[in-house]
């Protein structure tokens, strides 16, 4: 991912961990210096930079909240400013607040759309604007399979994913005579947090591939995005969910 010697600036929001891990730990590979964003599990930042340190990487841990627009202007800001630029943006944070739609209180509905689709907003308006002076970029967004199928109690997380994919391809033909590319990853199930209490035996009768998929399948996909290698990539939503559509 290095282009004549030179270090991409990588920012990963939700790098505490999981899938987000998974990614710092794949672009830090690929010769990126990351910056690994956090909201509160601070310890788990550190962790995953220890990681990436233990590799040979560098990179360093960054708290704020993608939901405050204000924090992630003066990070994206305060980033390029001290390292230069920022060559890749990878939008990972995301939570799940699962309710019948019927049953739905307005907070969860709210809490998972400003995490997802107003993060995406918070983070890459800006970016792009470094992006745009230098005229290249990656930017990578984290879907769901979700967005693509019907999930019974996930309407809040199906909107913000299905939001998320729409924006960026919309985003994607802005920009791409800039030279800038932007692109959407859509996981299926992932051996991540979020699924511990799941009944996986159960789920992997859905999935043709019959098994749960790894972080490290899907950060290896964002990092060919993230790469040289997908130079003609843009607008797309790729799937990594074993075949589940």
Do not use: H
């Not at 990487?57 to 230069?84: H, T």
């Not at 998320?164 to 859509?186: F, K």
């Amino acid at each position: 991912m290095t282009t004549e010697n030179e270090t991409r600036i990588a920012i990963v929001t939700g790098g505490s961990k999981g899938i987000g891990r998974a990614i710092c730990l794949e672009l830090a590979r690929g010769g990126c210096y990351v910056v690994i964003n956090y909201r509160s599990d601070r310890p788990g930042a550190e962790q995953t930079l220890a990681m990436v340190n233990e590799e040979g990487g560098r990179g360093e841990i960054y708290g704020f909240d993608v939901r405050d627009g204000e924090a992630a202007e003066k990070a994206v800001e305060d980033i390029g400013q001290r390292l230069g630029g920022v060559d890749i943006l990878v939008n990972n944070a995301g939570i799940v607040a699962d309710s019948l739609f019927m049953l739905m209180p307005r907070e969860k509905w709210q809490a998972v759309i400003d995490t997802t689709l107003n993060g995406f907003y918070n983070l890459t308006r800006p970016v792009l604007e470094w992006m745009a002076r230098r005229r290249k970029g990656a930017i990578v967004s984290i879907s769901s399979v979700s967005s693509l199928v019907a999930n019974r109690g996930q309407a809040n997380y199906s909107a913000a994913k299905a939001g998320l994919n729409a924006a960026s391809r919309a985003v994607a033909a802005e920009v791409a005579r800039m030279g800038i590319r932007v692109n959407v990853v859509a996981p299926g199930l992932i051996e991540t947090e979020m699924i511990q209490q799941a009944p996986k035996e159960q789920i992997k009768t859905m999935i043709p591939m019959a098994r749960i998929g790894r972080p490290e399948e899907v950060a290896t996909v964002v990092g060919f995005l993230c790469s040289d290698a997908a130079s003609y990539v843009t607008g797309q939503i790729i799937p990594v969910n074993g075949g589940m559509c």
